[in-house]
């Protein structure tokens, strides 16, 4: 079944500077990634999707890339901010005819004012 | 619009005992599904229903039970409580499969089974 890798379980960063979390999935037919950002005692919340026919996706300071190929995809945070600080999951679809989603063990981000 | 709505908030068992989590959601949506999230786990899959009186199993099924008689509930029961079920509970609805549509998450269920 699809397995999902994600990297790393924790990151640090001062304010300002960028965050990068990698994720690797192991089934080829996914073709469908969202993000999803969790604060301390609150529900995940989608903050950003990507689908197998784009190669990256932006929303104000976040992006997704998305190497079907090497079958990795990858969040991107720009100018991070202390309300930026929290856990992030991704997620990859599960084909063979299921709506079903995969997701990773999530990153704790900590920025750093 | 309440959103994806759960009870109990939290909620201690004993080995053993039944139970069941409550979800709704009043937004007219066809998918829904439980997760579990345990620390260092990510969130993984339990049940889910693409609509009323359809229900399938996701990654973790065994020791819960679901049934879908209305669109807008979706019950969660634990038959005989473990301490390895001792974890927080996630409800999510969506338009349509989370494939295609956001998917919401309810406020979540802590439980501790002793």
């Known amino acids: 079944g699809e397995n999902v890798e994600q990297h790393p379980s924790t990151l640090s960063v001062q304010e300002g500077d960028s965050a990068v979390i990698k994720c690797t999935y192991s089934?080829?037919?996914?073709?469908?990634f969202p993000w999803y950002k969790q604060e301390l005692g609150k529900r995940p919340q989608l903050i950003i999707d990507?689908?197998?026919?784009?190669g990256e996706k932006k929303d104000q300071r976040i992006a997704v890339t998305l190497n079907k190929t090497a079958k990795h995809f990858s969040l991107h945070i720009t100018e991070t901010q202390p309300e930026d600080s929290a856990v992030y999951f991704c997620?990859?679809?599960?084909?063979?005819?299921?709506?079903?989603?995969?997701f990773g063990k999530g990153t704790k981000l900590t920025v750093n004012p | 619009n309440a959103g994806v709505t759960q009870t109990p908030k939290f909620q201690v068992l004993k080995t053993g005992q039944s139970m069941t989590l409550q979800c709704a959601q009043d937004?007219?949506?066809?998918?829904m599904s439980w997760y579990r999230q345990d620390p260092g786990m990510g969130l993984r899959l339990i049940h889910y229903?693409?609509?009323?009186?359809?229900?399938d199993q996701g990654e973790v099924p065994n020791g819960y039970n679901v049934s879908r008689s209305t669109t807008e509930d979706f019950p969660l029961r634990l038959l005989s409580a473990a301490p390895s079920q001792t974890s927080v509970y996630f409800c999510?609805?969506?338009?349509?499969?989370?494939?295609?549509?956001?998917?919401?998450f309810g406020p979540g269920t802590r439980l501790t089974v002793l």
């Open positions: 089934d080829s037919a996914s073709n469908y």
């Open positions: 937004m007219n949506h066809e998918y």
């Open positions: 229903s693409v609509g009323a009186g359809i229900t």
């Open positions: 999510a609805s969506s338009t349509a499969g989370p494939l295609y549509n956001e998917q919401f």
């Open positions: 997620a990859a679809s599960i084909q063979g005819g299921s709506e079903k989603l995969v």
């Open positions: 990507i689908r197998s026919n784009v």
